[in-house]
């Protein structure tokens, strides 16, 4: 009896284990909650990944999905979308609005100062604030869903300010929706 008892508290703990890595989605706004669906949790899909053959490019759209950025960058302890980040927003705002059944998660990023919890609460900040973006240019939120990595995910592994400003970003992952 003693050995099934021990046999159930390693297996219970190794399952805590093995669920630990799983990010969780931060519901914030009832907007939000509602635009994530039923999952949102982070995906395999990196945000290196091509979008060549999701099949979401009508054969009668203005652009392709491969024909602008889904990388929108900010300075350094900001959400302000700026400059020609706001051009790439409104590109993908365009896109969205011409194809309604497409979806994309838009996942914010930071660089690795501060603190783990700051940089998800920076992260949040910035998806939202590209998603709040979005819909004042007409996307509709139930197109949006968000996500904050914080500084889990850097897109460069340096340590200077060049790697900081490319992990300091809101992806836009069209291909997580598509894979589901």
Not at 14 to 40: D, E, I, M, Q, Y
Not at 54 to 60: L, Q, R, V, W
Request: charged share 15%; hydrophobic share 40%.
């Amino acid at each position: 009896m003693k050995m099934n008892k021990g046999m159930l508290v390693v297996v219970g703990l190794a399952a805590l284990a093995g669920c630990a890595g799983n990010k969780a989605v931060k519901p914030h706004g009832a907007s939000a909650t509602a635009s994530r669906g039923t999952s949102t949790q982070a995906s395999g899909a990196g945000q290196n990944g091509s979008m060549q053959g999701t099949g979401m490019a009508g054969a009668n759209s203005g652009s392709s999905l491969n024909s602008f950025s889904h990388m929108v960058h900010f300075r350094t302890n900001s959400a302000t979308i700026s400059g020609v980040n706001r051009k790439i927003v409104k590109k993908n705002a365009s896109y969205l609005e011409a194809h309604p059944n497409v979806h994309v998660r838009l996942e914010g990023n930071t660089d690795e100062r501060g603190t783990a919890q700051y940089n998800m609460a920076l992260g949040w900040r910035r998806a939202d604030a590209v998603k709040h973006m979005l819909e004042v240019l007409g996307v509709s939120g139930s197109q949006l869903a968000t996500i904050s990595f914080g500084k889990s995910r850097p897109l460069a592994m340096g340590h200077d300010r060049a790697a900081w400003a490319k992990n300091r970003r809101v992806y836009f992952n069209y291909k997580y929706f598509a894979s589901k």
